[in-house]
């Protein structure tokens, strides 16, 4: 697919089905300068929409780069307060969001001192956290393709590395179909089935077990099993991530024991990368965080505050999607983090547990980050209360 | 000068010298997404000043003209709070600034309704003349060439319009110099010089006669004249504009009579064009606006609130500069600006007067909107309280 036919079919579906804008809302647009031309795409297809206001933020990762170069260590957490209050009245004015990702520049940060690296999260910001838990604005994630992340998911290529990368966006966001909210609409129903009747099992724990990885993650006694759509406060469903092939809730903080291996490189949202992780929890909190590449970057930001080593996050990912079966590494944690099971340090969701006392235990956290861990030959298994173990996921195949 | 350059030299002037950025400062960069390899060389730059934080804000004018074209009218005017809070907390927060000016996409707007255009300022913004008269941040503008701009200064060329505006850029903001400091340091004495000479003078009025134009502009009794340099309320000097070759002061607000005719077109900051303006005034207040082009924008932005009618700021340029013997429409406020006298519609400076009592009779508006009225053929004249003419610029040199 040609990159200006997906760029109009992404911002049509980004608007319309991902973050559901509706009339006289404000859309709240958070971009790399390099994502341009779907930002304007998607402020063309929100003020069609009957749009109030769109609020493009282009964050730029160079800028970033100088930061973590030069400025006085001290001053590396600073964020200023204007941006926070942004997030905040967006909130207020139940705003629609759309995140745009794929980074421009990917690598940019390898040559820079992890530990400086790690102190600063922007784009992150941790009122982004209570918003989505307030759930007052409906928001959507979506990929972009530039050149710099092409080159980095196809490299050594004949020129073509961008039109590789744009056709397998177009397959996997389901743009490739006659009507791709339809094929989204079918998926879906899959995923929230699943979701439904994981909950109605009501597991204490899920087990994962493969090469490298023999983790146990307890539940909390509420924990919901959730898919795809995300619904506000004022009932408008909106579409977090598109793709979405996950089926999630949040875990018990304090019971995660174990190792694990991750099975895809984890990325953060600034580009850089940590490869051949490997991860050991002790009643809940990752006690050694190891990586061929990367594992000081990821410490520093597990060290931000004291939810940064729980989990937040247990999500399952059947083998039915269509990020899994491309085998491509997308170093992107939207489209990787589909291709298989995955659990995140940090914060939790307190929409994902029925109960208010549950809600209460929920990790808090500024800091939320996925790694994959999953894939067919890792087994999922779910535990009973009575310590019974029933198949979950077996060569990738739901056996609930 | 190849534009890598032209980036680098036009960082640290600016960084160092026009906005004088002091370590510990936040700065908050304007621009355009075509301007990012400026705005990553002054984050460069401020960083190794010790800037606290580089707050870099993209204002996409394809964004705006979606909301142009397509938004509900009712809403046009509508800025989100925290557009405005945030500069507010520059001020209150003693940050620097950084506009950098060169419409990326010239005439962008040319095709829409300016009724409609007229009603969204942005990225201006009504707290930035707040704060910019509260002396509360040291502030540089400054101008960067991008292919688009270039187009329109030279149009119709052979491929190389944009090393002719990166040439004519370096030449004007001295950076062809070896050391563009002194040769700015070097100017600045001399128009410096000269708005002390007419600060003496205390003129009641100052004419304007020439081709098409007859306009009599009152001064405020302790009205000011003032050249290049500002200074903060705790002290700190900055240069406001880059290049800067004129001498200005804040006028009477209800003392402007006589026609005028505009001797270079009116650029707005979003880049649309007003050509073959003429204004007549009555009692301090534009009461005819006609113009061969864009007549009908500038008549939406005067109406805005009850000063856009009144006279802001009325400034002397002599022959000495570079921009005007270039004889290049720059289609930039900025630089056309400082090619000639001119006289803007709008909020003036309140520390444009020594007075209190007329620091509450300088003008208040949300707009303020240059346009260029002198030339080497338009005879500046001042009147003194006893309605004695004083000759002050004749073909473009100092009387006085």
């Known amino acids: 697919m040609d990159v200006d036919e997906l760029t109009r079919r992404l911002a049509e579906l980004a608007i319309a089905f991902g973050a559901n804008v509706q009339p006289g809302q404000i859309v709240f647009v958070q971009a790399e300068p390099d994502h341009a031309p779907l930002v304007r795409a998607l402020a063309d297809e929100a003020y069609r929409r009957g749009a109030k206001f769109v609020d493009a933020f282009y964050f730029d990762p160079q800028v970033k780069r100088a930061r973590i170069a030069l400025a006085d260590e001290e001053t590396l957490d600073f964020v200023p307060p204007w941006y926070s209050d942004r997030i905040l009245a967006l909130g207020d004015e139940r705003a629609a ?10 690598g940019l940060f390898d040559d820079l001192d992890p530990g400086r690296a790690g102190r600063d999260l922007m784009p992150r910001l941790k009122e982004t956290g209570k918003i989505v838990n307030d759930r007052t604005t409906n928001w959507t994630i979506v990929p972009y393709p530039t050149e710099g992340w092409a080159q980095q998911v196809h490299p050594g290529g004949n020129g073509d590395a961008l039109q590789r990368l744009t056709d397998e966006l177009a397959h996997v966001l389901r743009l490739d179909e006659d009507d791709p909210v339809a094929a989204w ?4 129903r899959d995923t929230r089935s699943a979701a439904a009747r994981l909950t109605e099992r009501r597991f204490d724990a899920v087990r994962f077990d493969g090469p490298g990885t023999e983790l146990t993650v307890g539940l909390l006694p509420s924990s919901r099993w959730a898919a795809a759509t995300f619904e506000t406060v004022d009932g408008l469903e909106h579409k977090p991530n598109l793709p979405s092939e996950e089926v999630f809730t949040t875990p018990d903080p304090t019971r995660a024991d174990g190792h694990v291996t991750a099975t895809k490189p984890l990325v953060f949202s600034d580009g850089s990368v940590v490869r051949g992780l490997t991860v050991r929890f002790e009643g809940g909190r990752a006690v050694e965080i190891d990586a061929d590449e990367g594992a000081a970057n990821l410490q520093a930001r597990v060290a931000k505050d004291d939810g940064g080593r729980a989990l937040g996050e247990v999500a399952l990912v059947d083998r039915e999607g269509r990020i899994g079966p491309l085998g491509t590494v997308f170093y992107d944690t939207l489209l990787d983090e589909n ?11 307190g929409f994902s547990v029925e109960d208010d006392a549950d809600a209460e235990r929920v990790n808090q956290s500024a800091i939320h980050i996925d790694f994959m861990i999953g894939g ?7 535990i009973t209360r009575e310590a019974d173990e029933v198949p979950v996921l077996r060569g990738g195949a739901w056996q609930v």
Chains 1, 2 share one sequence.
Do not use: M
């Open 185 to 188: 609409q079918e998926r879906f």
């Open 97 to 106: 969001r759309v995140w745009v990702t794929g980074a421009s520049r990917p």
């Open 376 to 382: 067919e030959d890792v087994d999922v298994t779910g």
């Open 339 to 349: 291709a298989a099971s995955h659990i995140a340090l940090g914060s939790g969701f």
